[in-house]
């Protein structure tokens, strides 16, 4: 099994935060990525339920049923849930998992690659036009 890795980053200018999972995520790792996002989400300026989201998911493996149960509080919870959120899949399977996880959001997008999902948070005019081309974007994530 892959090992779980993860990455986040923030935007205060924006209010965007981008997280990137890959692999397969178990208790061991799902601690620290909780501590991590906590940490973010303090970090950031914009004040609670004022971001914008990106959840870069198309370099993680399928989770177990488990793990998905421990993921939803983190993608429900009324405390850090942003006004718009985006994820980037790459397979079929990926997506019918994303979508069974985020079962009573409507404010949420699935898509392929990260700028597609930076342009539609952007469509809501909650992020400047000028950072639409982020620096630093993932590279695979693009369309061929």
């Known amino acids: ?6 990455q986040i980053r923030i935007e205060r200018n924006t209010n965007l935060i981008s997280f990137r999972l890959s692999g397969f ?7 620290p990525f909780i501590a991590d996002r ?9 004040g609670a339920n004022r971001h914008v989201c990106i959840v870069d998911v198309s370099e993680a493996l399928l989770q177990s049923q488990q793990m998905i149960e421990r993921f939803r509080p983190l993608i429900t919870s009324n405390a850090t849930r ?3 959120m985006a994820f980037v899949v790459k ?3 990926a997506r019918m998992q994303v979508r ?7 404010d949420v997008i ?17 992020l400047r036009r000028d950072i639409v081309q982020l620096p630093g974007c ?4 693009r369309s061929s």
């Open 25 to 31: 995520f178990d208790d061991a790792h799902l601690g």
């Open 110 to 126: 699935v898509v392929e690659c990260y700028e597609e999902a930076l342009a539609w948070l952007n469509q809501s005019g909650e």
């Open 100 to 106: 069974r996880l985020l079962q009573g959001r409507n």
């Open 138 to 141: 993932w590279p695979g994530n």
């Open 38 to 46: 906590a940490e973010a989400f303090s970090a950031m300026k914009c």
């Open 91 to 93: 397979t079929s399977l």
């Open 1 to 6: 099994m892959e090992q779980a890795g993860y």
């Open 82 to 84: 942003s006004l718009r």
